[in-house]
């Protein structure tokens, strides 16, 4: 599934891990241990490959997906940060769209074997200009399981002497085999639909796809079920610390208009995503919040 990034191991971190670079430089850090593995990039301290022993990956990349340490990459984890879509008024005008996490470059902190698994950590402080986007000191740390499930818990720490307010998402892309063969339940019984205005609408709470999709979920379970008839699998998906699962696909229309994603890059994915996006998470000095999710 990375195979075509045509990574070279840079240096041994421990028996696990490695920083692997491209061809310009780009750094990654892939995990390999008896459970599974597992990619990384610095930019962003995101999740690009999650895949079990043996078994089809969890996590879709897009094949064009670009690596340039500016952009956004498109697929995998995507950390929305300290806020989801475009940021409340209240924040803020001319904000990027879903904050500054992912389009900003962590630090490796730690690496550790936890019962075969292999736990890493990234962090992000604040900047001169992180401080001009969002006016609070913090430290934003990744901690990521990398074992028979994927890990991942965000831990925002306000370092700041006032109350910090944020909004997040861990914008999972999920591997499916095609739209027609998979299922989400657990999903709740209402959604805004982002399609149509946030419009409230009832939901059953089992969603298929058969177009395009952006909905957010506010009533939905802490866990979810993606089955998939193709890949004959189910993911079960563990959520905490959010008030929303986001559900997104872009569609044909949407993935041809989108340079990073192959006009058929929409038959394999399906976002759902451990979200903060009703109301945001006041963190008092000194405190931390945490947005997890947990899929495997
Ligand atoms: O293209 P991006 O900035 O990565 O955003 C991709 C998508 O993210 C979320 O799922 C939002 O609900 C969508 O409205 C958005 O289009």
């Known amino acids: ?136 000191q913090f430290e934003l740390t990744l901690v990521a399981t990398v074992g028979e499930a994927i890990d991942l818990r965000l831990i925002t720490h306000n370092q700041s002497e006032k109350p910090a307010p944020y909004l997040a998402a861990l914008h999972t892309y999920l591997n499916i085999s095609a739209p027609e063969h998979a299922k989400v339940t657990g999903l709740g019984s209402q959604y805004l639909d982002s399609l149509a205005g946030k419009q409230q609408k009832a939901s059953t709470g089992t969603l298929s796809i058969d177009g395009a999709i952006d909905s957010l979920y506010t009533q939905a379970e802490p866990s979810l079920t993606l089955s998939d008839q193709g890949l004959q699998r189910e993911v079960a998906i563990h959520n905490e610390g959010n008030d929303t699962v986001v559900v997104w696909t872009p569609w044909i229309e949407g993935a041809a208009a989108m340079a990073d994603m192959p006009d058929d890059g929409y038959q394999t994915m399906l976002c759902v995503e451990s979200a903060i996006t009703q109301q945001a998470v006041i963190i008092a000095p000194g405190e931390s919040h945490t947005l997890s999710t947990r899929i495997g």
Not at 25 to 34: D, H, K, M, Q, R
Not at 51 to 76: C, E, H, V, Y
Request: net charge negative.
């Open 1 to 136: 599934m990375i195979e075509h990034l045509g990574l070279t191991e840079h240096t041994r971190v421990s028996d696990t891990t490695k920083i692997m670079v491209d061809d310009q430089g780009v750094e990654f850090v892939l995990v390999e241990n008896a459970f599974s593995q597992a990619c990384f990039t610095l930019h962003g301290a995101h999740l690009i490959h999650f895949q079990q022993a043996a078994k089809a990956p969890l996590i879709w990349l897009s094949k064009t997906a670009i690596f340039d340490n500016k952009k956004a990459i498109r697929g995998g984890v995507p950390i929305c940060w300290p806020w989801f879509g475009a940021a409340p008024a209240s924040f803020g005008a001319n904000l990027p769209s879903h904050g500054f996490a992912r389009n900003s470059l962590w630090q490796l902190a730690e690496t550790k074997e936890v019962d075969g698994a292999t736990q890493i950590s990234f962090k992000l402080t604040d900047t001169k200009a992180s401080l001009e986007l969002w006016p609070h």
